[in-house]
């Protein structure tokens, strides 16, 4: 009796894959954050351990945690042997504060950018973004969100206990070996996962819920929805809250898009339901429908045996149980102020054209371009006066939907093929995927920063399309061009821009100890001895370049940019 209940139990732990508690990164917060970019092991498969990057741990990392308006240094650290650079996608930071693929962290040095948080409260994520190895460093697990609050945010009635109600959802597919090493570049991503769980499994209260999406995949778009068409609200898109809550079943993100939505579970304490992809309905031309190009004869090398195309798959199981002392109990309607800006104040509209570098039953396996030319590092592809307002339109002339990203700002779209966008697409974004022969209009501002020398870039978030150069770049410039600066009434530094002579004057009450010139990939190249010096100190012979200042005195470092020209 006894080994046959032991047969019966073991034959249903292997026929059932196991379900694994799903992981909840750690948070930082604060002004100082201390990024180490590491290399480590991750056990993906029970008992087998797999090669990874990640961000102060073996896979993907901290959620970083910011304020509206408060100061922040960022200190990160490369000890790869590989250089990267990291990207706060989706905020509005000076360019040299962007980490795109011209500010380069060399192995064993520190990047430190320093910026005002400016965003709106919303989910944000951070990934490298060295030009040609996005993929590569994000595959092998280097990416975190960024959770801002703010005081809009915080006036609502909303779940914001992180880990508690409040969830982080990083979903991503990947492919592995027979060794179970990460494949980088593959068409067969069979293996879903969540904060780098897979199989996961998360206990949530019987209560409204909030769950925080970000599609980090290589390439796979997901149709999100709940088992048994559990409605869900939307409430944030990938730059802020919407206006109000939206009911729905089913909700598209492509590589790079997040959102916010909200789950009640208030009546079904004790059940399960899953939150899955239903890649079933996924049109043609999407990856991860049944066919990635529109033409059922046009395919990708190896995509077609993956099982998840096209079809439905479970992506984390949600195990609801016993309340929390304080639960919201209801979906907040109304929700924040979005106001779009008016297509009237469009100065210029730039069109964007994605094609195939060669047309053909197999173009989807070629590069694609954008205006007929590759990504390169040395051709500006825009130059923006600052302030400007414009509409961008997309016109896809490919078969294969691309998820269109531009960096600095959060865009409205006006429009898909001349019609007004759903409801969940009328929030702020950052990425706007693309049908294949589908034209997207969308109005933005390039406000605040500029910077002569350091461009911002727009590319198609596939990553294997960013790598073959899907991707452009642009400077934001005013005749008046003046790197941001961390300025304080009693510290100043001019001037800035500067011929090769810098001026560092102090108030009495901030007595300076030493100044140190720092270069774009964190190398000290001047420590000056600013001890007993009365009010201020005068550098020259600066080479021409950008540099990261710090100020340090009265117990405390101070940070700024200076540009030599
Ligand atoms: Cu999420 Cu330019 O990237
Ligand atoms: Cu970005
Ligand atoms: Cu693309």
């Not at 139990?9 to 948070?27: D, G, H, R, V």
């Not at 494949?183 to 409204?208: E, F, G, K, R």
């Not at 390439?219 to 709940?226: A, I, P, V, Y």
């Not at 009640?264 to 031309?285: C, H, I």
């Amino acid at each position: 009796m006894k080994s046959l209940f032991f047969t019966i139990l073991s034959f249903a732990f292997f026929a059932l894959p196991a379900q694994n508690p799903l992981a909840i990164p750690s948070t930082l917060s604060g002004d100082s954050i201390y990024l180490t970019l590491q290399y480590g092991t991750h056990s993906f498969f029970n008992g087998v351990n797999s090669s990874t990057m990640g961000v102060n741990g073996n896979i993907l990392g901290p959620t970083l945690m910011l304020n509206r308006g408060q100061f922040v240094n960022i200190f990160v650290d490369n000890q790869l042997d590989d250089t990267t650079t990291i990207h706060w996608h989706g905020m509005h930071v000076a360019p040299e504060n962007d980490g795109g693929p011209h500010t380069t962290i060399a192995p064993g040095s520190i990047w430190n950018p320093s910026f005002t948080v400016l965003d709106k409260a919303a989910t944000y994520w951070y990934h490298p973004h060295l030009h040609k190895k996005t993929n590569e460093h994000v595959s092998k697990g280097i990416a975190g969100l960024i959770i801002v609050k703010d005081d809009e945010e915080a006036a609502l009635d909303l779940p914001r206990t992180y880990g508690v109600d409040d969830f982080p959802l990083v979903v991503q597919t990947k492919d592995f070996d027979e060794k179970k090493e990460i494949i980088v570049h593959s068409n067969n991503d069979d293996i879903v996962m969540v904060n780098a769980t897979v199989n996961p499994y998360l206990d949530v209260p019987a209560q409204v819920v909030r769950f925080r999406l970000l599609n980090g995949s290589s390439q796979r778009s997901f149709n999100f929805g709940l088992s048994n068409d559990l409605p869900f609200y939307q409430i944030a898109s990938d730059g802020g809250l919407l206006s109000n809550s939206l009911q729905m079943t089913r909700l598209l993100l492509a590589p790079g898009e997040r959102a916010e939505i909200l789950v009640d579970f208030g009546q079904m304490n004790g059940q399960t339901v899953f939150l899955k992809s239903y890649a079933s309905e996924l049109p043609n031309g999407v990856y991860g429908a049944a066919y990635p190009g529109m033409m059922s004869g046009m395919t990708l090398n190896g995509y077609n045996p993956n099982p998840l195309n096209g079809s439905d798959f479970d992506i984390l199981q949600l195990r609801i149980g016993a309340p929390t002392a304080a639960a919201v109990v209801s979906v907040p309607t109304g929700l924040a102020e979005v106001t779009p800006i008016d297509e009237s104040e469009a100065v210029i509209t730039r069109q964007l054209t994605f094609s195939p570098e060669q047309m053909g039953p197999n173009q989807l396996n070629g590069d694609f371009m954008i205006n007929n030319v590759f990504f390169d590092m040395d051709v500006i592809n825009y130059e923006i006066p600052l302030d400007n307002t414009e509409i961008w339109e997309l016109r896809n002339q490919s078969a294969i939907s691309h998820p269109f990203h531009i960096h600095d700002v959060q865009f409205y779209i006006l429009s898909r093929n001349g019609v007004a966008p759903p409801l969940n697409e009328q929030g702020r974004k950052d990425v706007v995927m693309v049908a294949p022969q589908e034209t997207v209009r969308f109005i933005t501002r390039f406000e605040t920063f500029s910077n002569p020398d350091v461009p911002y870039m727009y590319h198609c978030h596939l990553l294997t399309h960013e790598d073959k150069g899907m991707m452009g770049q642009f400077l934001v410039t005013s005749p008046l061009s003046v790197p941001s600066l961390n300025e304080d009434g009693n510290l100043r530094v001019y001037p800035n821009p500067s011929g090769g002579t810098v001026i560092i004057e102090a108030d009495a009450s901030v007595p300076l100890e030493r100044i140190d010139i720092i270069d774009q990939s964190g190398r000290v190249l001047r420590s000056i001895d600013a001890s007993g010096v009365r009010d201020h100190v005068r550098i020259d012979g600066i080479a021409r370049g950008f540099y990261m200042l710090r100020i340090l005195g009265n117990g405390q470092a101070r940070y700024t940019k200076l540009l030599v020209h």
